[in-house]
């Protein structure tokens, strides 16, 4: 259309220029947006502040961005143009050279003559990975036994989080959920995240006419109390939503379903063991404490579980 | 412009669905932001009051709870759940049920705040249980932060980190937070009401319960640092919408682009 009319070809040419300022206008506004609406104290005033930022650097680059294709669709001749392509294969000349070159230094150098040369070589190749394999050793160092044992020991009181305060077997009604840190997890100097990553637990009480359980665990749970590790077992996020009625603890990740009442044994979803479970009892004060650490790797599978 | 007829404007689709998605959107927002107010109820029980309590539980409650509130196979004994459990069950419109389903939901409110009122002194007079919290329980003045990191700890995994609300298994549902009384989020904490678990004071005390409702009403009402909340429901609806809208962008300029100037 702009080849053929000449009042087309001017307007299409404004449209180009417009589109061009546009940009301009949007550096220019981001420049004095960055400097009108600063970020302080108040949080609304990084919204704000990036909001007009992006803005004015979004039209900086559409505008130059956008302008160019207009320009290059209206006013750029748009007809179709074919090119050859030539052929990759060298000249017979020229190939045969390379033969003579590959072939010249092979007898200058000796390479297939002097063997020792040769072999040494092969050795230095075959060898210079060495120090980055050992240098990968030292992203250790291992696990060691980390992942098979938490911070629960015989004795251990279960405390609150995030307060660390002990729980009284009489402060857990039936039908209360309470989120469970190994008491002293707060004073840790080092490590406490990962401490509280392995240790979490979830502590219920049941009706013990409720609960199955396995003989070996029926001093597991004290008077319908359990604990459970919250880590799931399927890629290790916290399980924590308990359903009071139905007894089902849903991992809100991947939705693996444990059944409270029988060892939390998987009733849905991807995890494929159930959630290990804190044997507890209670002191001579009447806090619950633990027995013993978990009885088995908390968390997802690993190697040589 | 010759091909103008045969063809829609490569925009059209695009347009469609923005609109599609503003609409939706504000349904939503319209839907969450329709709740009910209703007054604080007062603590006194008179005789006259458990009395009428008594009829009104007759009359409404005692087909499905048992004429003495015993239950029955059709609803649970309310002997020893306490007025907060009436004030929040009746006072969300929960109580009494009607259709069945996965969880029972809040509806229109059925009954004046007094009449609820009156059914709670009733059920309080059964049993002693939780008692409705007093105005002073309720004052968002706590403590925001702490009752922050207590909701992320006891309450985010099923209602959300903001409040949002989110899904549990078989179509039930934790409900969104936002624009709930704090006398119900209060008396729902110390209840249970349906499969949210209870949390007594001995878990979350008096204090730190405050501090979570300041925390709910915090987040209610201070806009969302980072832009647009798109419902504050996290990945999924934040992805679909990258998806929808950056994917038809840039198709949209792939058209563009491709197309014949006219
Ligand atoms: S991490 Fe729990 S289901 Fe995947």
Redesign the pocket.
């Known amino acids: 259309m702009t080849d053929k009319s000449v009042k087309h070809e001017k307007a299409a040419a404004r449209q180009v220029a417009a589109l061009f300022f546009t940009s301009i206008v949007g550096s220019a506004f981001a420049v004095y947006a960055y400097f009108a609406f600063p970020i302080t104290e108040e949080l609304g005033t990084v919204r704000l502040n990036t909001l007009l930022l992006g803005l004015g650097i979004t039209l900086g680059l559409l505008g130059i961005g956008i302008g160019a294709v207009h320009w290059a669709k209206t006013l750029m001749p748009d007809a179709e143009v074919s090119e050859e392509r030539h052929i990759a294969r060298g000249s017979e000349e020229v190939r045969a050279r390379a033969v003579e070159i590959i072939k010249l230094a092979d007898s200058e150098s000796g390479f297939s003559r002097r063997k020792l040369i040769r072999r040494s070589l092969y050795g230095a190749l075959a060898l210079f990975p060495l120090p980055a394999i050992m240098i990968f050793g030292d992203l250790g160092p291992n696990p060691g036994d980390t992942l098979r044992h938490t911070m629960w020991k015989k004795g251990t009181r279960l405390a609150k989080d995030p307060s660390g305060l002990p729980i009284k077997a009489s402060d857990v009604t039936i039908g209360s959920v309470f989120h469970v840190i190994p008491e002293g997890l707060s004073e840790l100097e080092h490590h406490k995240l990962e401490e509280k990553a392995k240790a979490a637990v979830l502590l219920v009480r049941l009706d013990p006419a409720d609960i199955k359980e396995s003989e070996e665990r029926k001093s597991w749970s004290y008077d319908g109390i359990v604990a459970y590790s919250k880590i ?6 916290p ?1 924590a939503l308990y359903e009071q009625h139905t007894h089902h603890l849903l ?6 379903t444990f059944d409270v009442t029988d060892a939390c044994k998987v009733v849905f ?3 494929s063991r159930p959630l290990p479970q804190l044997p507890i009892t209670v002191d001579a004060e009447g806090y619950l404490i633990a027995q013993s650490d978990f009885t088995e790797p908390v968390g ?1 599978s690993f190697w040589e579980r | 412009m010759k091909n103008k007829g045969s063809r829609r404007s490569p925009f059209a689709a695009v347009l469609v669905m923005a609109a599609g998605l503003a609409l939706t959107g504000g349904g939503y927002a319209a839907a969450t932001a329709a709740v009910e107010q209703v007054k604080p109820a007062s603590a006194v029980a008179s005789a006259a009051q458990v009395e009428e309590g008594r009829k009104l539980f007759l009359a409404n409650c005692a087909s499905c709870h048992g004429k003495a509130a015993e239950g029955s196979a059709a609803g649970p004994s309310l002997i020893g759940v306490g007025a907060a459990s009436v004030d929040f069950q009746v006072g969300t419109g929960r109580m009494p049920g009607q259709a069945s389903g996965p969880q029972l939901q809040a509806k229109k409110v059925q009954f004046t705040q007094e009449q609820i009122d009156s059914l709670a002194a009733y059920v309080a007079s059964l049993a002693p249980g939780p008692a409705v919290p007093t105005e002073e329980m309720l004052a968002a003045d706590g403590d925001a932060t702490r009752g922050g990191e207590l909701f992320r700890i006891n309450c985010a995994m099923c209602h959300n980190a903001v409040g949002a609300g989110g899904a549990l298994t078989e179509g039930k549902f934790a409900p969104s937070l936002t624009g709930v009384e704090s006398k119900h989020i209060y008396e729902a904490m110390v209840t249970g009401p349906q499969n949210m678990p209870v949390f007594n004071d001995a878990n979350l005390t008096p204090e730190d319960k405050k501090d979570i409702i300041t925390y709910l009403k915090y987040v209610e009402e201070n806009p969302s640092a980072g832009g647009y909340e798109l419902a504050n429901l996290g990945p999924v609806v934040e992805g679909l919408f990258a998806w929808v809208f950056v994917l038809g962008l840039i198709i949209a300029i792939t058209i563009w682009l491709g197309a014949k100037s006219n």
């Open positions: 799931c077992t399927h890629v290790g996020c399980v991992c809100p990740c991947h939705q693996s979803g991807p995890a997802p």
